[in-house]
């Protein structure tokens, strides 16, 4: 962001208010008292800086690829219109714009996506919700699809000159997906027992695809906090001793 700047007029009356504010207030009940003086600001040091920088990513996580679903036109830029169903069976035959493995869905699971109009007990989509991630005034749809060993896949649509564009695709094993403003969350389990990976994905405007902008591993909800010894417990501890 960049800093908003004052004229040289302002800025010598607001100084001669402040000296003016500092000499009538000196001594007086209530007047300003100094905090003492500000730490230093350490600068960063660079760890190693004699290794040579990498040139390229070792794997790909699928970080901004997207697809054009084929099939699909969007009347009005209007997702609401769309059966989520039918954007999902469209979504098998997408070709994405790089291949990273990461768009591909499990057979048993494509199966299950062509059979849900005559097996929809076993239909794998999910209700589908929407939200304006881009934040160009228009909703974009949000699928999630069920996948063996609890693991979801989250797909993001947005409405594309009359067509349909995916621009986010990933799964995992997760706890929840949220959404929060113009920001996918989900939130999934840890090795780590009282932790779990909490990512956050959202649109930018120069990949026209939704990036993981945020990866952290935090406490669990139960752990934030030490539980507090109950009244019983306590007794039984101090009648020990």
Known sequence: MRPHRVSAAPRTAVSALAALALLTGCGAAGG?????DAPSAVEPKSLWPELPP????????????????????????????LDPVTV????????????SGLDELPDGTARQIEACRTAPDD?????????????DGRDELVLGIRMPDR??????????????????????????????????????????????YRTAWSWDDRQRAMLPTRDEIL???????????SPDSTASSAGTR
């Not at 300003?32 to 003492?36: D, R, V």
């Open 151 to 196: 693991q979801l896949a989250v797909r993001v649509y947005m409405p594309d000159k009359g067509r349909l564009t995916r621009i986010m695709s990933t799964y995992d094993a997760v706890i929840s997906v949220e959404l929060a403003g113009r920001d996918l969350i989900m939130r999934a389990p840890s090795v780590i027992p009282g932790y779990e």
């Open 32 to 36: 300003l008292k100094s905090a003492g």
């Open 54 to 81: 990498a040139s390229s990513a070792p794997y790909d996580y699928g970080e901004g690829e997207t697809a054009r679903i084929p099939g699909i036109r969007v009347t009005g830029g209007d997702v609401r219109r």
């Open 88 to 99: 999902a069976q469209a979504g098998l035959k997408a070709k994405t714009d790089r291949d």
């Open 123 to 135: 239909c794998p989509v999910l209700p589908p919700y929407y939200r304006d991630l881009t934040g």
């Open 219 to 229: 406490r669990t909800p139960e752990h934030r906090k030490a539980p507090k010894p």
